[in-house]
């Protein structure tokens, strides 16, 4: 197995997530900017590995497959400790959805692959708006402090809630685009 560098931003992003935790539940000055460049910096790696990988062309079979996953693990975490901190309906349903389209669409993918259609379920447009969306409104969310009197939390929580549609949204597209090969099967 080799290890490059968009790996090692990878592996990142699955070290910092105990730390995040454990920064999480302590009390101290500027808690809030510090998950929030934490998040921030584990999210930028994200951007960073994929790119460095595509074009500088250290793709491996690894990475592949972790980097995904890495993904998820940091953002269902982040999102689960969100909602012990705010228990506001529409941003709980909101969390459900996105972590079981997460499971539901890596399921499809994993299956998919098998029979080798993977190429019907590869990262669309959509998605990618729909990580943007939800990257950025649990960044505002991390804050959780007015920025120049704007109360960039309930920005950020909208943003989330928005994210949640677009997950829906891109979850049937995925599922369109794998229903003849799931009802052949």
């Not at 995925?174 to 009802?183: E, G, R, T, V």
Request: aromatic share 12%.
């Amino acid at each position: 197995m080799k290890i490059n560098i968009p790996t090692i931003l990878t592996i990142f992003r699955i070290v910092v997530i105990p730390l995040f935790v454990l920064m999480f539940f302590l009390q101290y000055e500027l808690k809030n900017y510090i998950l929030f460049g934490l998040f921030f910096l584990a999210s930028f790696s994200d951007w960073l590995d994929g790119y460095l990988a595509r074009n500088l062309g250290m793709v491996t079979r690894f990475g592949s497959f972790l980097d995904p996953v890495a993904d998820k693990l940091l953002v269902a975490t982040v999102l689960i400790l969100l909602v012990i901190q705010d228990q506001n309906l529409f941003f709980i349903l909101s969390v459900i959805i996105i972590i079981c389209r997460e499971i539901i669409i890596s399921g499809l993918r994993e299956w998919m692959s098998t029979i080798g259609q993977s190429g019907k379920v590869k990262v669309s447009a959509l998605g990618k708006m729909k990580t943007a969306f939800q990257m950025t409104g649990i960044s505002l969310m991390l804050i959780n402090t007015p920025v120049n009197n704007t109360d960039v939390y309930h920005i950020g929580m909208i943003l989330v809630v928005f994210s949640a549609f677009l997950t829906i949204w891109s979850m049937i597209n995925y599922l369109a685009a794998a229903w003849p090969s799931l009802k052949e099967h």
